[in-house]
T-cell receptor, first 114, second 114 residues
Framework: EPEVTQTPSHQVTQMGQEVILRCVPI?????FYWYRQILGQKVEFLVS????????KSEIFDDQFSVERPDGSNFTLKIRSTKLEDSAMYFC????????????FGSGTRLTVV | KQEVTQIPAALSVPEGENLVLNCSFT??????LQWFRQDPGKGLTSLLL?????REQTSGRLNASLDKSSGRSTLYIAASQPGDSATYLC?????????????FGKGTLLTVNP
């Protein structure tokens, strides 16, 4: 069964550093997403991406965050200057596009900001 | 704004027991509802996707029901096994637009004791 692949599985970074989280969505999917889950809290929406542009973003997704699909297969989330409160599990997901199919999530990247 | 609630927050049962997990949502104008499983520190594995036009969806020992008008879904697990121990999340997409961003419940932590 096709998978969404995320790398790295765990990243530790110092506060103020830039991080890039990488994802390879399923190849025939059209919609791409980033979600995050702070320890003990709900999974929450960050951003959706369609047709090579952001289609929706949450209040969390401020100027410190950006997404890119540089080469038609990878989908990245960049955090420019990490804060302690950015520590969370970040999930990439993709969706084929029609309502009959749901989301496929990756296994996540655990980001720890120290 | 969609709110998703899951009850109970935690459940501990002996192996072999049948059990029901509950999910309720405030905005009944949903296209579908998806149940996920999350193992500790891991990603989200899709279990079942139930369309708004369906009343039930089954996969193996799992059965999900949906009552859209009352804003409720249940996940029934038959003959539970220790390997079923995990957190179970339900999620619904927003009804407006085409992004279908998901709103998640906080999950039910299930422990099946041998």
């Amino acid at each position: 069964e096709p998978e969404v692949t995320q790398t790295p599985s765990h990243q530790v970074t110092q506060m103020g550093q830039e991080v890039i989280l990488r994802c390879v969505p399923i190849s025939n999917h059209l919609y791409f997403y980033w979600y995050r889950q702070i320890l003990g809290q709900k999974v929450e929406f960050l951003v959706s991406f369609y047709n090579n542009e952001i289609s929706e973003k949450s209040e969390i997704f401020d100027d410190q965050f950006s997404v890119e699909r540089p080469d038609g297969s990878n989908f990245t989330l960049k955090i420019r200057s990490t804060k302690l409160e950015d520590s969370a599990m970040y999930f990439c997901a993709s969706r084929r596009g029609d309502r009959g199919h749901g989301y496929t999530f990756g296994s996540g990247t655990r980001l720890t900001v120290v | 704004k969609q709110e998703v609630t899951q009850i109970p927050a935690a459940l501990s049962v002996p192996e072999g027991e049948n059990l029901v997990l509950n999910c309720s949502f405030t905005d009944s104008a949903i296209y579908n509802l998806q149940w996920f499983r999350q193992d500790p520190g891991k990603g989200l594995t899709s279990l079942l996707l139930i369309q708004s036009s369906q009343r039930e969806q089954t996969s193996g020992r799992l059965n999900a029901s949906l009552d859209k008008s009352s804003g409720r879904s249940t996940l029934y697990i038959a003959a539970s096994q220790p390997g079923d121990s995990a957190t179970y999340l339900c999620a619904v997409p927003n009804s407006g637009g085409s992004n279908y961003k998901l709103t998640f419940g906080k999950g039910t932590l299930l422990t099946v004791n041998p």
